[in-house]
């Protein structure tokens, strides 16, 4: 397959290019608004590839993007209308005027790159969020989604065992060697601490993925909210995503899903409910808790509430150099000390973590380096075949040493303000529907697949988990604010 690809590249990419054009063009014709929203539902989770097309149209995500905005100017009026109801757009506009600030004093590029960069990031970020919602006029349209969503993760959890028999992933293998990125999934599945992924390439995101499908399978149980009952095939569908959650071997997903599992329990379960939930949930903790002990060949010692996040090194007395630009010196050399030697996703190693970021950034702490700086100056980019750790260092893994890092303390808020508004919309609506056995349930699950999320992204440096995560909470927002139908 090797000499076929190299042979035959450029016809292949642009073969590519234009299947991704046309789906593109597919969404923006579909009439039917639930099978708009199936359709870039699935692009987000089996083309999740980490591969450029064009250079503009990286992450791809922004395809999805432009298909959704063509498609609501269509609908001009009642687009507009709905957005305006959306009740996240005042804190994502509040997070637009934090980071067009924060371009103006990125001083790397021009005043107009800045700009266009900084609307790149917010649209790469929530764009998909403030739009997919639109396009779901009820609650049967949201349920169908969600229903949708899964099976979706139902068929990467079959390809996950295929994966896991033959020990090769060529969906992953293809694109890695046509584009030349790092491949991830067969770097893990051989590595010491072997872990599965499927069409979603990276384990950890599919740990994750899983995670949200499992949580949302559990809530649409409710003979109200939809219905969905556990048939013996049912059960056999949901062991199936769960041993897949397993294989991933992401600990940050298995915590995901169980603060997820908690969260939903205390809201949107009675008092049985939340017992045979808080019980499976103890014997998935046990079973999880087996399987790392074995598959970590090198670390006895793991159990998932110690060690959390990816297998990180960082070694003793290590020297990391980065080339940064400032205002007083665009040919910097920075060196910083790391003393003591850390091995594994410790909390020690989360410690060392924050000191380099704080210690990266402390001439800038208040706006940061610059959008994507880590990636393009300092040169952690794991997408890239001949990516090579600083000199022992293997990334930020966490949400927040990024963000400290490229937005200082100014782009932190301006998450949190979105983030917040995310938790406190949904809990007012519990307490205020808290009668309404339906709106409780989607609150609840918003809520959870939320914080399954928040979890996972601060015990790791994955941020390509943000538009399909908020774009199931913008279905679940739908479903609060639709006529009952």
Not at 52 to 74: A, C, E, G
């Amino acid at each position: 397959m090797s000499n076929f690809i190299t042979s035959y590249a450029g016809v292949l990419k642009g073969f590519i290019f234009i299947f991704f054009i046309f789906y593109t063009f597919i969404i923006i014709i579909t009439k039917n608004n639930n099978n708009k929203v199936k359709l870039v539902l699935f692009a987000l989770i089996f083309f999740q590839l980490d591969i450029t097309i064009l250079s503009i149209l990286n992450p791809i995500d922004r395809l999805w993007f432009i298909s959704l905005f063509i498609s609501s100017l269509i609908n001009y009026n009642k687009s507009k209308e709905q957005l305006l109801r959306n009740p996240y757009l005042v804190s994502v506009f509040i997070f637009f005027v934090i980071f067009i600030f924060l371009a103006i004093f990125d001083q790397r590029y021009s005043i107009v790159k800045n700009l266009i960069r900084a609307c790149l990031y917010v649209v790469d970020n929530f764009g998909i969020f403030l739009l997919l919602g639109i396009f779901i006029e009820s609650k049967k349209d949201a349920i169908k989604v969600l229903k949708f969503f899964y099976y979706c993760m139902l068929i990467c959890s079959f390809y996950s065992i295929v994966i896991l028999l033959f020990r090769v992933n060529l969906y992953n293998d293809f694109f890695s060697e046509l584009y030349g990125t790092h491949n991830v999934s067969k770097s893990l599945i051989d590595s010491y601490r072997m872990a599965i992924s499927s069409f979603v390439i990276n384990p950890h995101r599919y740990g994750l993925f899983l995670s949200i499908a499992i949580i949302i399978r559990i809530a649409l149980y409710n003979q109200n909210f939809s219905n969905w009952k556990f048939s013996k095939l049912q059960i056999f569908f949901l062991l199936i995503l769960i041993l897949s959650n397993i294989m991933s071997n992401s600990r940050a997903s298995y915590l995901a899903l169980i603060i997820g599992c908690i969260i939903y329990s205390i809201f949107g379960l009675n008092k049985q409910g939340k017992i045979i939930l808080l019980s499976s949930l103890f014997l998935y903790m046990l079973i999880v808790n087996s399987y790392t002990r074995i598959s970590f060949k090198n670390m006895p010692q793991i159990t998932i509430f110690k060690e959390i996040g990816a297998n990180t090194k960082i070694g003793a007395n290590t020297k990391i150099e980065a080339n940064t630009n400032s205002s007083n010196n665009e040919n910097k050399k920075m060196q910083v000390e790391i003393e003591e030697e850390v091995a594994g996703s410790t909390i020690e190693m989360r410690i060392e973590q924050f000191r380099l970021s704080v210690e990266l950034v402390k001439d800038e702490i208040l706006i940061g380096r610059g959008f994507r700086w880590l990636k393009e100056e300092f040169g952690l980019d794991s997408t890239k075949k001949d990516f090579v750790m600083k000199k022992g260092y293997y990334g930020f893994e966490s949400f927040i040493f990024v963000t400290l890092v490229e937005t200082g303390i100014l782009g932190l808020i301006a998450y949190f303000i979105v983030f917040g508004r995310i938790i406190l919309y949904n809990f007012l609506k519990i307490i205020k529907f808290r009668k309404d056995e339906n709106q409780v349930i989607s609150c609840s699950l918003s809520l959870s697949i939320f914080l399954a999320y928040f979890v996972f992204i601060i015990t790791t440096g994955e941020g390509h988990m943000t538009p399909i995560t908020l774009s199931l909470i913008a279905i679940l927002t739908k479903y609060i604010q639709v006529k009952a139908t």
